[in-house]
């Protein structure tokens, strides 16, 4: 048996105990677009925290600015300087439920037929836990990752990112690494993961198109005036 089997089937072993994890993260209110939250926001950010501390990360901390909800950071870099460094990335703040036609109670995290029911269980929390998992069956199992290891976890993702690149900024030694990986993406089903290569951004702008001096009337000037509608 390689080594990724005997994690492989470690972490099936474990599975139990990671989805419970999972479900204890989902029961936090996180919502980034709601101010009365922030406290949800920080307190799940303080047990990832911690429960990275307790898998053996050399350093776990929260990554804190003014007037922005924190990040989560934690690094193993033990496999060496002559390894490559992955930086993992997901993001623990979740999208608001009020309105949304629920059949179970959406900070709960119901298990019904075999699937998960909770907010942010898919978007993006499940995503970066069964990383968690598969790095602590593969420390359990062999005793040290085979690269060295970063983790970032955003507390603001679900309302663009808007600090992200100031915590780039000022915490430039948490974002160091020669790949990123996310799992914050679609795959064609439960069953078939899917490969994202490339991902688009979010750009926000603002146009102006000017196209007289003074105001025209429009029944006498329609169509003979250039129409900045149909300019932009």
Known sequence: MTDADAVAARADREFDETLAQLTEYLRIPAISCEPEHAPDVKKLAERIRDDLAALGMDEARLLELPDALPCVAA???KAGPG?????IYGHLDLQPVAGEP?????????????????????????????????????????GALPVNVKLLIEGEEEIGSPNLERFMDTYPEA??????????????????????????????????????????????????????????
Do not use: Q
């Open 102 to 142: 629920w059949d179970t109670p959406p900070h709960e995290a119901k298990a019904i037929d075999g699937r998960l029911y909770g907010r942010g269980s898919a978007d993006d929390m499940g995503g970066w836990v069964s990383h968690l998992a598969a790095m602590k069956a593969w420390l359990a199992e062999t």
């Open 75 to 77: 690094e193993l870099m």
């Open 175 to 232: 974002f160091a690494s020669d790949v990123m990986v996310l799992t914050d993406c679609e795959n064609p089903s439960t069953e078939i993961p899917g490969l994202t290569v490339s991902l688009r951004g979010l750009l926000e702008v603002e146009l102006t198109c000017e196209s007289l001096a003074a105001d025209v009337h429009s029944g006498l000037w329609g169509n003979v005036v250039p129409d900045p509608a149909i300019a932009l």
């Open 83 to 87: 390894k490559p460094t992955v930086l």
